[in-house]
Structure formats: C-alpha cells, structure tokens
C-alpha cells in the first residue's frame, strides 16, 4: 500500500537565546535540536503511535507536519507531494486533507465561540461559506454521538469527554484523510477514555482515514495502533508493528518502557526495571547512544559511537538502533513473566 505521508530525515530546532545574548556570552551554538533525522511513512487507513518520556519531540514532529512549525531541514511528503517548501495558499489544499486532535481537550476550544462556531470554522477558513451552518454542525455532532442541541454549548459547559468529542468533530469537519490525535484519552477517566478510542475506532473504520496518535498510554497504543515508533531525545530508536515491538522489544529503552505500563490484574507477577539518572537535557547530549546514561546493557562502544539502524532478520520493517539488541524466546501467554536477555545479532 501506498504511503499517505512521508516523512524523510526531518530535523527541528529551537533557539535558546536571542543572537545579541550568545554573541556577549560566547555561546556559539544558541540552539536545541529537538527532532533529528526522523523518517517515517503511514499508509492511508493505518494508525501509527508516536511513543516516548516528555519532550522526546513527539508533539514537535506534530505541529511540524501540520505547519504550525518549521522545519530546519528534511522532507514531508503528503499523497506523494513535498509540502514542506510551498507556501502558504500552496500548502493550503494539502493541509485541508490532515487535522490535528490538540492534547488539551477544554483549552484547544477557543471559551468564546459555541460548539456550533467552532465546529464550522474550518469551513470559513477554508472559504467553503455555501455549507449550512446549522445542518453541518449537526450532523458532526450526530458523528461523534452527542446532541444537536450540543451546538448551543460554550466550552466551559462540557465536560472532558464531551469537548474530547467536539474535537473530533472538529477535526473531520472537512473529511480528513490523516488525523494527529495528540494525547486523545489525556485528563480523561478510564471509562470516558474507552469511549473516546472506540469512537475513534468506528470512525477509521468508517471513514478510511489514517491516524497518527501521540501516546504516552502503552494500552491505547495495543488497543489502536498497527505501528509505533519509540522516541528518545529526538531520535527514532526502535520502529515496527505494535504486536511485535510489544511481543519481541530490542532496544533496552523500549524494554523500561514496556516494563513499566500498568498492569490491571493484582496477582499479575511484574518485572519492573528501574532506569538510573536522569533524562539527559538536549543542551548537554551525551556522546554515542544518548541512552547508554541510563541503559543497563551499555558497554564502551555505547558511548563513543551512535549506532546505526539494523534489522530483525525475520522482519525488515522492525527497525532499532541498539549495539547489543535484546533477544528472549517467546512463550505465548506468558510474555511479561518471561525474562530478556541480552545477545549481538
């Protein structure tokens, strides 16, 4: 199947201070990268997870994709067209075809428009002025399982789930073929945030639409996701199917972080790994696998040389960037009580 998005070697960076206050400090590299070199691709109908601690640059590589941050170097292809470098009317009818789910269902609604404005706002922007007002906000409304009277509503008058499910309506006002859902179940309960996946689920099956999802809920991503890719500090360390990164883990980051999802059942016997030290601060990266800081595996070579990304030999599409891969033979039914073990390819 066809790539939908495609997203090539895509770098971002920050300033950290005006050029006047390096020039009299003598700071020569005024700057964070806070995405590096990512490449990427989903394919139409597919829902890919974007996984990591905060400020790994899940969000970043979001609002990049989207526009509303430029890139310093890289590619973005949408359907086959690079976006990154048109302008603004050019990229226009490429974005009306993606929206954005922002991670704050309440504060992403602006307080001083009704649910009804805020659902047709981007057929204003979009000059779609001809649509009914009235029956398009409804019929959104009926989409995401809530009321026409809904439409009447002010930000402050719903309650998590119910804005979560403005915004989704929101976001398909203009029948989108890809959806970024940052954080989609963020401040909601678990049972609201049931809800709010199924309803996603429907819809994708529904629509056809593909998702990009950014998670740090490892459920939601076994839940929705046919792939993930993990983050660490800006960088893609492990990428592949869901069922695979989660059955057979290869970078010991992945390993922490499968390790540490909540587990429903009491009796459930868990192998936790405590990671040492801190996350290192982007202004300070640490030479060679930025993670052999914390890894519990590193040797010499860790910290002297960033690793390239090899293979499983059984699945090409199962990407990591790790010297000494984990291994473990697998045990249906009894994966999270079957220990790792460290191995070369």
């Keep these: 199947m066809s790539a939908l998005l495609r997203v090539q070697d895509l770098r971002v960076r920050f300033r950290t201070m005006g050029p006047l206050k390096a020039l009299a400090t003598g700071t020569e590299a005024p700057f964070i990268d806070a995405v590096c070199g990512v490449s990427f691709e989903i394919r139409k109908g597919e829902t890919l997870a974007l996984v990591g601690e905060s400020g790994s640059g899940k969000s970043t590589i979001a609002r990049t994709i989207i526009g509303l941050q430029r890139a310093l170097s890289g590619s973005i292809s949408f359907d086959g067209q690079e976006i990154e470098e048109l302008s603004g009317a ?4 490429y974005l009306r075809r ?12 602006s307080p001083r428009l009704t649910v009804r404005s805020l659902l047709t706002e981007p057929f204003r922007i979009h000059g779609l002025k001809r649509r009914d007002a009235g029956s398009e906000a409804e019929r959104l409304l009926r989409m995401v399982g809530l ?16 804005a979560r499910r403005v915004g989704i309506a929101r976001a398909l006002a203009l029948n989108p073929d890809l959806i970024i859902a940052d954080e989609p179940t963020a401040g909601l309960d678990v049972s609201v945030q049931g809800e709010v996946l ?12 593909a998702i990009l999802i950014i998670t740090h809920n490892l459920n ?3 839940h929705m996701t046919d792939r993930m890719a993990i983050m660490y500090l800006g960088r893609f360390i492990e990428v592949g199917s869901t069922e695979r990164i989660f059955d057979q883990p290869r970078h010991p980051y992945t390993e922490a972080l499968l390790a540490a999802n ?17 996350v290192p601060s982007l202004l300070r990266r640490p030479s060679g696998c930025e993670f052999h800081t914390r890894c519990r595996y590193a040797q010499d070579i860790c910290g002297r ?24 033979e697998i045990i249906p039914g009894l994966e999270w009580l079957h220990p790792l073990s460290v191995g070369t390819e």
Excluded: W
Excluded at 90 to 93: A, C, L, M
Excluded at 198 to 209: H, I, P, S, V, W
Excluded at 262 to 269: L, Q, S, T, Y
Excluded at 305 to 328: A, G, M, N
């Design 90 to 93: 050019e990229r226009k009818p």
């Design 98 to 109: 993606m929206a954005m789910m922002f991670q704050d269902p309440v504060g992403s609604l």
């Design 147 to 162: 009321p026409a009277d809904f439409a009447r509503r002010y930000p402050h008058q719903l309650s998590g789930g119910q």
């Design 198 to 209: 199924n309803l996603l689920a429907r819809l994708q099956d529904e629509l056809g639409m």
């Design 220 to 222: 939601v991503v076994r």
């Design 262 to 278: 909540p587990e429903p059942d009491p009796d459930a016997v868990l192998n936790r790994i405590e990671l040492k030290g801190e």
């Design 305 to 328: 040389v960033f690793p390239e990304p090899s293979t499983s030999p059984d699945d090409t599409e199962h990407s990591f960037r790790c010297y000494f891969p984990l291994k473990r």
